[in-house]
């Protein structure tokens, strides 16, 4: 036990803690984007409803979420402690510091796009999770998705995050990598291909869906009848 | 070429410090940069004044002494040179070059440019080394290291300690400097017999003297003057990963 302490509380342990949690948190996003990609088909929604049942009545899925929340909550709190360790790290600052002439911009502002997306997070939470899973309001999730995405404000709050959330896994995949010790001349090319479809590929089909929503779909009865949270 | 030179000037470690202009003039192009402030303290010194205070020792970019951060880069412009392989023909007449100590918690600053960089003799003597004797000159083909390897362990070697991956650091980290150090002995079959016992003790002294932590944003590979890669913070990962799984 106090060998995993020792680990924890060390530089490198937080780190590599942190590079499983996310890269843990990115094969959910990939279950979440092919999942939501039923958002797309044209059938009023029966198919993406047939899968938001399959998930809420399948305790495989229910039990993984508790690492699910276990994952976003150590990945948060150890993201935070890391920074605030690194800022005061540094108590006098230079007068000129030419930073950005050697660092990609992605890797410089992690904490900015983590802390968005953790806004973001929050909110896609209170309008899509609580009513359907807390509060149980018995509105199919596809007509909540499709109302909610009615509203250009929601739809380019909603793509802001997503640039956000690119910009985030542009450092944050390779990043996790390099800290796993797996990152060499040999890989590097595979985990930078592999790690646009999570930066690129992923956050781009997600923006999709609003401004198919706003642009292209129709609202069906049942959705133009409910609010938007 | 005439030079306007920002430097930090700061009696000592309590001193709070601040930038004092000086005006080099007829600056050959051909100096170095540490032979141009050499220049402006024997001016100093004539007018009584205290000279600006830096480290230096070989002035050919082996000893790791010098190090100055010249207008916001470690060792200033130009790619795998140390701050005495910087010339004056790097620069533009009229230039403002602002110069400034590292800067870091660890490094706290003892006069002017001079900082006191012991942190990373604690953490070689941490874990830097093979305790193992040696003996005399082994047969050539004794032990044997494949070419790569060697290369690579050459390489992380090539490590002169001088501090310009913490200076270039937005966290002040020291991970590229203890990474080439645990990487080059780890390479090497007379380093592994210790190697989890050293990552284990060099990555916690390095923690104990206050350095931040990597975020992989590279910025110590792009300003370190020998050019070591942060494949070997990627190795130190590993082995300190393997290390508290093989620990005993």
């Given amino acids: ?229 | 070429m005439n030079i306007t030179l920002k430097v930090w000037r700061q009696r000592n470690p309590n001193d709070t410090g601040r930038l004092v202009t000086y005006e080099a003039k007829n600056v050959s192009t051909h100096m170095s940069f540490l032979e141009m402030l050499d220049v402006v303290n024997n001016d100093l010194v004539k007018k009584g004044e205290d000279p600006i205070a830096f480290d230096h020792d070989c002035r050919e970019g082996i000893c790791g002494s010098c190090g100055l951060m010249i207008n916001g880069r470690a060792h200033g412009p130009g790619r795998g040179i140390a701050t005495c392989q910087l010339h004056m023909r790097g620069f533009k007449d009229g230039e403002v070059i602002v110069v400034e100590p590292w800067r870091a918690n660890a490094f706290p600053i003892i006069k002017d440019l001079v900082v006191d960089r012991t942190a990373f003799e604690r953490i070689m003597q941490a874990g830097g080394y093979t305790s193992a004797k040696t003996g005399g000159v082994p047969d050539g083909n004794a032990v044997l290291v494949p070419k790569p390897v060697a290369e690579d362990a050459m390489d992380a070697a090539s490590c002169i300690g001088c501090g310009a991956c913490v200076a270039a650091c937005p966290n002040s980290s020291a991970m590229l400097f203890v990474a080439a150090k645990v990487s080059q002995l780890a390479l090497l079959p007379q380093g592994k017999a210790e190697r989890t016992q050293r990552v284990l003790a060099m990555v916690d002294q390095m923690d104990k003297e206050g350095f931040g932590n990597c975020s992989n944003n590279y910025a110590c590979e792009a300003e370190c003057p020998k050019e070591i890669k942060v494949t070997h913070i990627a190795r130190m990962n590993r082995e300190y990963l393997r290390a508290n799984l093989v620990e005993k």
Avoid at chain 1, 180 to 187: A, D, E, F, S
């Fill in chain 1, 1 to 229: 036990m106090s060998k995993l302490i020792t680990f924890y509380k060390s530089s490198i342990g937080k780190k590599i803690l942190m590079s499983l949690t996310g890269l843990f948190l990115c094969t959910f996003l990939m279950e979440h984007f092919v999942g939501n990609l039923l958002l797309f088909k044209e059938d009023g929604g029966r198919a993406y409803e047939a899968y938001t049942e399959f998930l809420l009545g399948n305790p495989v899925i229910r039990f993984v979420e508790i690492f699910l929340l276990v994952g976003f909550v150590l990945h948060i709190f150890l993201g935070v402690v890391v920074w605030w360790k690194n800022r005061t790290s540094r108590s006098h600052n230079y007068v000129e510091f030419r930073l950005k002439d050697n660092t990609p911009l992605a890797s410089r502002i992690t904490i900015w796009t983590g802390s968005f997306v953790f806004i973001f997070l929050v909110i896609h939470l209170n309008s899509f999770f609580v009513p359907s899973r807390i509060t149980d309001t018995k509105v199919p999730l596809y007509d909540l998705v499709a109302q909610a995405f009615q509203s250009p404000l929601y739809d380019g709050f909603y793509i802001l995050a997503l640039i956000l959330l690119g910009y985030h896994l542009k450092h944050g995949f390779q990043s996790g990598f390099q800290t796993l010790g797996l990152l060499n001349k040999k890989y590097s090319t595979l985990v930078e291909l592999f790690g646009m479809i999570f930066w690129l590929i992923i956050p781009l089909g997600f923006a999709c869906m609003p401004l198919y929503f706003l642009l292209i779909h129709k609202l069906g009865p049942s959705a133009m009848t409910i609010g938007v949270n």
